[in-house]
């Protein structure tokens, strides 16, 4: 018996068969094998056809299904991670009215604003643990106001998750994890902000219907299981924002533990089991996936947009004949802190740490006389690094104390430079475990099924790769320091 999980991305998307019985990923696949494409018509833009999420989907599924022939009739139940804060309108018909709206675009930022003045900062901290900004529900004030034809033929309003889950099962629905993640959810009310909505001018009516983020949200539909080579009936029993996804599948659910990814964007998300809020929401709280109102489990949420998209920017225009790896011996070469050389990888969009404001990447210091590539190549993963740690400033500030990382071996975490620098320049132990969303998604949905009995048994197999401890941090302290002083020495851009 398996489970199969998915996770739907902004560069690919990933289907993932994991073993009931051992835990572990029996089959994987992914689409496309070059990141998929974002759209950007104006600057700040960001824009994903859902229906290439869907042809993915199927690829994927066939891809890992073609690796383990009969396992299509042996799935027992679907979980679905995706990328967070993405809008999707659809109508009646059930179809997509206009491309999606992803997590890095950054258009809605004025109307996050104007309803922050409107309803007062204050409240909206108290109500929403964070500021309108940049989220779901300014976007979708954006096309009220910029594409009117549109906004009249919603029928509702979705994440990237839910405009899958519909596809897969034909249920219109979402979760309250889902609604705070786009800046719904009233924490004090427990329920959808009507006073958000009032303001912006939208009627509840848009808003799915509520689901658990584990239990059944709908079954396969007899179109879809053909698609896909699957089974009619499947049960979709969880669903789950890419961050506190990654959270569950690295163990995170309780006060104080903490999870970290570093895929296009980078992630560090902690829980806690109190309300807890930054005034300036540079960081962000959300319902975790084991939320609720009587026992609060909330995600902090720190995201730097520019983190290995940075990284893959480097290998296209200053190093193309290198692979990851070769980039990364090359970048040990140089010592800790780059011999002077900083960059500021904010490059991919507004940064919700920088208070939404998008100052672009920016590079310090370089002697033609001095520095070279390898330079470079070093100064861009430490960068990405002591961004993270001037986010987690703020966290440690809400009252989180940041000694323990879990993260998967993936991404940025398979270079030692950026490893050893994140666990040096933190002070953080980091441990690596051999996981990923799709794999999380899977056994989330184990848990929704009733499959497993809870999440400690679901996770009991997961297998720890290593342990990172920090090293001299002298060095990296100081480096961090000079990145810092540019950093506060960056002008606006508002």
Not at 360 to 385: D, K, T
Request: with cysteine; aromatic share 8%.
């Amino acid at each position: 018996m398996y489970l199969l999980g998915y996770d739907i991305g902004s560069s690919s998307v990933k289907a993932s068969l994991v073993e009931v019985a051992t835990g572990r990923v029996a089959a994987s696949a992914f689409c496309p094998k070059t990141e998929a494409p974002i759209r950007s018509q104006q600057p700040g833009w960001a824009e994903q056809d859902p229906a290439q999420w869907l042809d993915y989907l199927k690829q994927a599924t066939h891809e890992a299904l073609a690796q383990l022939p009969g396992a299509g009739q042996e799935v027992a139940a679907i979980g679905i991670s995706y990328q967070m804060h993405g809008l999707v309108c659809v109508d009646r018909d059930r179809k997509a009215l206009r491309p999606s709206i992803i997590w890095c675009d950054s258009r809605a930022v004025p109307y996050g604003e104007r309803a922050q003045e409107a309803l007062g900062g204050d409240w909206c901290l108290q109500h929403l643990l964070n500021s309108p900004g940049n989220f779901t529900a300014a976007k979708l004030a954006w096309v009220k106001e910029n594409e009117p034809e549109v906004f009249e033929r919603i029928w509702k309003i979705m994440l990237p998750g839910d405009y899958v889950a519909m596809c897969l099962t034909g249920e219109a629905c979402t979760t309250v994890s889902g609604l705070s993640e786009g800046i719904f959810w009233d924490f004090l009310e427990n329920r959808p902000s009507r006073r958000l909505l009032d303001c912006f001018g939208f009627d509840e009516s848009v808003l799915p219907e509520i689901r658990p983020t584990f239990g059944v949200q709908g079954h396969l539909t007899g179109a879809a299981a053909r698609e896909l080579g699957l089974k009619e009936g499947i049960p979709v029993a969880y669903r789950a924002g890419d961050q506190p996804n990654n959270a569950l599948s690295l163990g995170v659910l309780k006060p104080g533990q903490i999870a970290s990814t570093a895929g296009t964007s980078g992630v560090v998300y902690g829980v806690i089991g109190k309300v807890a809020y930054d005034p300036l929401s540079r960081v962000n709280t959300f319902a975790h996936v084991n939320h609720q109102a009587e026992a609060p489990r909330l995600g902090v949420l720190l995201c730097i947009n520019g983190t290995g998209i940075l990284n893959a920017w480097m290998r296209r225009t200053v190093a193309p004949d290198l692979s990851y790896a070769q980039m990364n011996e090359l970048a040990a070469t140089v010592p800790v802190g780059s011999e002077g050389v900083a960059i500021l990888p904010f490059g991919n969009g507004a940064e919700r740490m920088l208070e939404n404001r998008d100052t672009g990447c920016s590079i310090h210091g370089v002697s033609f006389n001095r520095h070279n590539r390898a330079h470079l190549l070093r100064a861009a993963q430490e960068g990405i690094v002591f961004s993270f740690c001037y986010g987690m400033e703020v966290m440690e500030q809400m009252g989180m104390k940041v000694d323990m990382i879990h993260a998967g071996n993936a991404n940025m975490f398979l270079s030692p430079i950026f490893r050893d620098t994140f666990a040096s320049a933190s002070g953080a132990t980091i441990e690596l475990f051999d996981t990923d969303g799709a794999a999380g998604a899977a056994k989330g949905a184990g848990i929704g099924a009733g499959i497993y009995r809870d999440a400690d048994e679901a996770f009991s197999t997961l297998e720890r790769l290593a342990v990172v401890e920090p090293g001299d941090r002298a060095a990296y302290r100081e480096a961090y320091g000079n990145w810092k002083d540019k950093m506060q020495g960056q002008p606006r851009h508002d």
